[in-house]
């Protein structure tokens, strides 16, 4: 498989792509989570909205409601592999105010058929 590798560029006057199996998998993953759902006017239900995490208090219910319906919405999508774990984490407090800085670290382990469990980690955010 062959896709337009992120971010987006060019090399020598074509756009740089990717055949990397695991490039390939972790690009698609960080698509669905960061796609708010009815963004895509075709597939209105696509899309894991991780950004409202920014602006939610971080308990276990509100994340393991997210975590539910976000790792179903991954694995429907995702054909090269099967999202296991998502976790999440601010660098600094869980109790962010509106009036800071929000970063949310994302991290995803995954499993691809003959290379096994692998994982990475991303971040969210935003200035209010």
């Known amino acids: 498989m062959k896709a337009i590798s992120i971010p987006f560029n ?8 990717t055949t990397e199996q695991t490039t390939i998998t972790e690009q698609n993953i960080v698509d ?13 239900g696509y899309g894991g909205n991780i950004q409202s995490l920014l602006y939610e208090p971080m308990d276990t219910l509100v994340f393991d409601d997210f975590k539910l319906d976000v790792l179903d919405k991954i694995n429907k999508v995702l054909t090269s592999g099967n999202v ?3 976790t999440t984490s601010y660098p600094n407090s869980p109790q962010m105010s509106f009036s800071e800085d929000s970063t949310l670290y994302v991290t995803v382990q995954y499993s691809l058929p003959f290379e096994g469990s692998r994982g990475f980690t991303f971040n969210v955010n935003t200035t209010i």
């Not at 060019?10 to 792509?17: A, I, M, R």
């Not at 669905?32 to 597939?43: D, Q």
Request: hydrophobic share 45%; proline share 4%.
């Open 10 to 17: 060019f090399s020598n006057g074509s756009v740089v792509t």
């Open 32 to 44: 669905v989570l960061m796609t708010s759902p009815g963004e895509r006017a075709i597939n209105v």
């Open 84 to 86: 296991v774990n998502i």
